[in-house]
T-cell receptor
Framework: EPEVTQTPSHQVTQMGQEVILRCVPI?????FYWYRQILGQKVEFLVS????????KSEIFDDQFSVERPDGSNFTLKIRSTKLEDSAMYFC?????????FGPGTRLTVT | DQQVKQNSPSLSVQEGRISILNCDYT??????FLWYKKYPAEGPTFLIS?????DKNEDGRFTVFLNKSAKHLSLHIVPSQPGDSAVYFC????????????FGGGTRLMVKP
């Protein structure tokens, strides 16, 4: 069964460093998403991406964040200068019609 | 901003009995609702969804009920099995095509053998 994959599973970085989180969505899906879950809090929407552009973004997704689909398979989230409060689980999701399918997540720890 | 709320942080049921998980929403523009199950260290796994044009959707042991006037939905699991023990998230979106999901805080279900 096709699934969304994410790498790395755990990323530790120092405050102020850039990180890139990678996702491979399900191959025939057209819509791509990033969500995050800070420990003990709700899963929060960050951004959606369709037809090679951002279709929607939340207040969390400020100028420090960017997304890219550099080729036909990868979908990346970049955080330019990480802050302590960026520490969270980051989930990638994709869909064609109907429900969104989530990857296993990347745990980002900013020290 | 609590547009989707799950008021019970945890629920414990006996194996074989019914589990009922509840979810309330405030945004009347939501018209598509989903339930996800999540195990520790994994991403949310889709379980079942319902469009606002329906009031019930069933898939095997899982049934979702939607009461639009009360802005309330529930997930019934019958019969409950120990493997169902997980955190269950309710989510909602405005429209189906490409739109963001707004999640509730989750309910931890424990099914005791």
């Amino acid at each position: 069964e096709p699934e969304v994959t994410q790498t790395p599973s755990h990323q530790v970085t120092q405050m102020g460093q850039e990180v890139i989180l990678r996702c491979v969505p399900i191959s025939n899906h057209l819509y791509f998403y990033w969500y995050r879950q800070i420990l003990g809090q709700k899963v929060e929407f960050l951004v959606s991406f369709y037809n090679n552009e951002i279709s929607e973004k939340s207040e969390i997704f400020d100028d420090q964040f960017s997304v890219e689909r550099p080729d036909g398979s990868n979908f990346t989230l970049k955080i330019r200068s990480t802050k302590l409060e960026d520490s969270a689980m980051y989930f990638c999701a994709s869909k064609s019609l109907g429900e969104q399918y989530f990857g296993p997540g990347t745990r980002l720890t900013v020290t | 901003d609590q547009q989707v709320k799950q008021n019970s942080p945890s629920l414990s049921v006996q194996e074989g009995r019914i589990s009922i998980l509840n979810c309330d929403y405030t945004n009347s523009m939501f018209d598509y609702f989903l339930w996800y199950k999540k195990y520790p260290a994994e991403g949310p796994t889709f379980l079942i969804s319902i469009s606002s044009i329906k009031d019930k959707n069933e898939d095997g042991r899982f049934t979702v009920f939607l009461n639009k006037s009360a802005k309330h939905l529930s997930l019934h699991i019958v019969p409950s099995q120990p493997g169902d023990s997980a955190v269950y998230f309710c989510a909602a979106s405005e429209g189906n095509a490409g739109n963001m999901l707004t999640f509730g805080g989750g309910t931890r279900l424990m099914v005791k053998p």
